[in-house]
């Protein structure tokens, strides 16, 4: 564990299913973040939250919406998705203003779209 | 814009050195990390340089040129653990502190 949770660690849906993916950190990081990542291509940011604040959203559709309820807790909703949208997704936290710190990533869920 | 290039796959023998290399292109730069990802794992940590030269950490090294927009992971005595992708990260920070990263290099170590 890396200290970063993620759950669950594969979820199958179908297009009409609603589902939501979370994260939890306990390293007092107040930064968070949603990445998306695809076969062959760079982890996509998706989602920054500080201090419980989105500050940070990369174009993303509206059938992923994000949830930050404490700085401990992140949330990504689900609904109508697209089989495209089948990837890894990975939570990271870190500190604001982390110079030299970097992210600690959670292991990820492993979304299927069918 | 930014961008990060890699190359995407590489092959070498246990107990050889592999170099990889990583250019990008990013605003508001401030130092470049490596991580390494095995299948199904979440990416950890494996170096960071903010200053131009060489950071040495064991087995692994990486190299940073700032003026030229370059970096290198240098992998010695190559184990067959060390098959794994290798992901470059360039660290901006302007509306908010993030990292922006390449595709990945996927090593594999042969026997």
């Known amino acids: 564990e890396t200290g970063v949770t993620q759950t669950p660690r594969h979820l199958v849906m179908g297009m009409t299913n609603k589902k939501s993916l979370k994260c939890e950190q306990h390293?007092?990081?107040?930064?968070m973040y949603w990445y998306k990542q695809s076969a062959k291509k760079p982890l996509e940011l998706m989602f920054v939250?500080?201090?419980?604040?989105?500050?940070e959203n990369n174009s993303v559709p509206s059938r992923f919406s994000p949830e930050c309820p404490n700085s401990s807790h992140l949330f990504l909703h689900l609904h109508t998705l697209q089989p495209e949208d089948s990837a890894l997704y990975l939570c990271?936290?870190?500190?604001?203003?982390?110079?030299?710190?970097?992210?600690?990533f959670g292991s990820g869920t492993r979304l299927t779209v069918v | 814009g930014q961008n990060i290039d890699q190359p995407t796959e590489m092959t070498a023998t246990e107990g050889a050195i592999v170099q990889i290399n990583c250019t990008y292109q990013?605003?508001?730069?401030?130092?470049l990390f490596w991580y390494q990802q095995h299948a199904g794992e979440a990416p950890t940590f494996l170096s960071y340089?903010?200053?131009?030269g060489l950071e040495e950490k064991g087995r692994f090294s990486s190299f940073l040129s700032r003026s030229k927009g370059y970096s290198y992971l240098l992998l010695k005595e190559l184990q067959m653990k060390d098959s794994a992708s290798y992901l470059c990260?360039?660290?901006?920070?302007?509306?908010?502190?993030?990292?922006?990263f390449g595709s990945g290099t996927r090593l594999l170590v042969r026997p």
């Open positions: 990013t605003s508001g730069f401030n130092g």
């Open positions: 390293l007092g990081h107040n930064a």
């Open positions: 990260a360039a660290e901006g920070m302007d509306s908010s502190y993030k990292l922006i």
């Open positions: 939250y500080s201090l419980e604040e989105r500050v």
């Open positions: 990271a936290s870190s500190q604001d203003k982390g110079h030299g710190l970097g992210y600690t």
């Open positions: 340089n903010v200053l131009d």
